[in-house]
């Protein structure tokens, strides 16, 4: 990684800050910076207290003078390269897109490039200076929908925490196997799969997960579910809907094989047969600014594919 800035700051810790840990203070009087970074550093001997070097755990008295001398480092010799995405709102602070099916979020073993990330530098090239250029959550490659990025270091402090805080709101459309019964709130911890490493399943000690739906609309023998979700985890949707045994349409990763219903006319089985993803879909997003704390909120429609699909099963019956 190529550093391409370096950042200088000096503040004194307020005599109230005094019992916190250092990495806290600095927090707080860095509050551009998230605590990770901050953290690192601490550790690096980038931040000192009074010219020395501490740890992040260590507290402060109150009167301690902070300095920093870092580098801020390119997000990775990642190219700039064309990637099909909508913007859906931009400013100094945020960009929100809605990303088709079919690109991955962020370069990894067998996805070197023309991801999400790689479209972003050709459109901003300065978010090659934020961790991950900006990035702060994921979709999976084949669900399509709403995501923020942030445009700046305060801003990606602010999204970190708003998601740690769980006060960013993300709603879904998710077209499941089998009739629900009724909406509900599924709280079942995740982790990885005991056997099968690739996937992720409800297992005992995994990290918690919390998983809210309620139905929208019914088919003879599928339903399309509002879903929010009140924590991140990988998968989670796609993995609490198979542990309630209704998996996503088109998921044979936590699904298995494609079903078709008894009786489905042929245009029925052709729309599920073409459909070779997961149907979910992020449909909402809501957090608040990090310049000013408006609360801001976006709506994506459904892709032409989810539409079609929700079509060919209302024809059917639904």
């Not at 064309?82 to 990894?108: I, M, S």
């Not at 629900?180 to 099968?196: E, F, K, M, N, Q």
């Not at 995994?206 to 309620?214: E, F, I, K, L, Q």
Request: proline share 5%; net charge positive.
């Amino acid at each position: 990684m190529t550093a391409i800035d370096t950042v200088r700051r000096r503040a004194r810790i307020p005599q109230d800050l005094g019992g916190n840990r250092l990495d806290r203070a600095a927090a707080t009087l860095f509050g551009e910076f998230s605590r990770a970074r901050l953290q690192a550093w601490i550790d690096a001997g980038q931040l000192r207290v009074d010219g020395g070097r501490r740890r992040s755990r260590d507290l402060v008295l109150g009167g301690e003078w902070l300095e920093l001398d870092a580098q801020v480092e390119a997000a990775g010799a990642w190219e700039r390269q064309a990637v099909p995405f909508r913007l859906v709102y931009e400013d100094a602070e945020l960009l929100v897109v809605d990303k088709p099916a079919g690109v991955v979020v962020h370069p990894a073993a067998g996805n070197r490039d023309h991801t999400l990330l790689n479209g972003l530098l050709l459109h901003r090239p300065e978010l090659r200076a934020l961790p991950r250029a900006g990035i702060v959550h994921r979709l999976d490659k084949d669900t399509t929908g709403l995501m923020v990025v942030a445009g700046t270091l305060r801003a990606h402090a602010s999204l970190v925490d708003q998601l740690r805080r769980r006060s960013v709101r993300r709603e879904y459309h998710a077209l499941v196997r089998g009739r629900v019964i009724s909406g509900g709130t599924l709280d079942a911890p995740i982790g990885r799969h005991p056997v099968a490493r690739t996937r992720m399943a409800v297992v005992t000690g995994g990290r918690p997960a919390v998983t809210h739906y309620r139905i929208q609309r019914r088919f003879p023998a599928h339903t399309l579910l509002r879903v929010a979700l009140e924590t991140g985890r990988t998968h989670q949707i796609r993995v609490h809907m198979a542990h309630l045994g209704h998996p996503l349409v088109g998921d044979p990763l936590y699904g298995g094989r494609l079903q078709i219903p008894a009786g489905a006319d042929p245009a029925t089985e052709t729309a599920l047969r073409v459909f070779r993803r997961q149907a979910l879909h992020a449909s909402r997003l809501a957090l608040c600014h990090p310049a000013d704390g408006r609360e801001l909120s976006w709506e994506a429609p459904l892709p032409a594919d989810f539409v079609a699909l929700l079509e060919a099963l209302a024809d059917d019956g639904g």
